[in-house]
């Protein structure tokens, strides 16, 4: 059964000290939610429910320092939802990191962290809630996937990597599901204004517009209420289109990825940049 408000629904949401996190963990607060939040920063963690708690309307936010590629941190955490709401209504997975370079520098060791924070804390996830949400005939999840998880981008390859990994992770997951009043919403935003896009790797692909983390969380809870499977967003046209390339010729949406690369390294190493 789809989510029809958040009023007392009880929320789990990685990656909750920051960023997407934060952003949709102060909406569904003010919406009247009961607020599960995990990170693997406490300090942050603490500071985030103390915000969410002055602007919420109940209050109701607990903690739970977790890291997402430990799977018995996670069961842990859902259990700690139902210790203390009896339910799992929702679980946003947008714990997640970006890192970039060129793949003759990308170490073994990063594409491993990578998928392990990225897809596995996402698996794990599924996992340690599915029970809770089996039992209760309904629960709905939204995964954090990213352009990156529809588009081959240059300098990304293994960020990418872990983003188509949660995109088809999620769809056989839906099809799985049919039927069982479980459903998954997954996310596909363009550059975000985070931190990882100010990385030097990202400052090379110029990088001009941003989408705001309030930009993102909003479209999420509209996304969730609606039953949308599927929510894309670009900050630009450009990307728009490149969207739309992708899928009518996926050749060209590289062949123009690669070339814009080329042509701003170009510019970089001519000073004209």
């Not at 996992?127 to 240059?154: D, Y």
């Not at 309030?214 to 499977?229: D, F, K, P, S, Y």
């Amino acid at each position: 059964m789809a989510l029809k408000d958040f009023k007392d629904a009880v929320v789990v949401i990685t990656g909750g000290a920051s960023g997407i996190g934060l952003a949709t963990a102060q909406l569904l607060s003010n919406a009247g939610a009961y607020l599960v939040l995990a990170d693997i920063n406490e300090e942050g963690l603490q500071q985030a429910a103390t915000q969410v708690k002055k602007s919420g309307t109940t209050g109701q936010v607990t903690t739970k320092r977790t890291d997402v590629t430990s799977e018995e941190q996670v069961q842990e955490l859902m259990q700690a939802a139902l210790d203390a709401y009896g339910r799992i209504d929702l679980v946003i997975t947008s714990a997640g990191i970006g890192r970039g370079g060129m793949i003759d520098t990308f170490t073994g060791q990063e594409m491993q962290t990578l998928m392990n924070i990225n897809f596995m804390g996402t698996y794990h996830c599924v996992r340690a809630a599915l029970p809770a949400m089996r039992k209760q005939e309904s629960g709905h999840f939204v995964f954090l996937s990213s352009a990156a998880g529809k588009l081959g981008v240059p300098l990304l390859s293994g960020y990418c990597a872990s983003k188509w990994a949660v995109r088809g992770f999620s769809s056989a997951l839906r099809a799985e599901f049919y039927g069982s009043g479980i459903d998954i919403t997954t996310v596909y935003p363009s550059w975000v204004d985070t931190p990882m896009t100010h990385q030097p790797e990202m400052e090379l692909m110029n990088i001009d517009v941003r989408l705001s983390v309030e930009q993102v969380a909003g479209e999420i809870l509209q996304a969730v209420l609606q039953g949308r499977h599927d929510l894309t967003m670009a900050a630009d046209e450009e990307t728009k289109k490149l969207f739309q390339i992708m899928q009518d010729n996926p050749d060209k949406a590289e062949q123009l990825t690669g070339q814009a690369l080329q042509q701003r390294l170009q510019q970089l190493a001519e000073g004209t940049a």
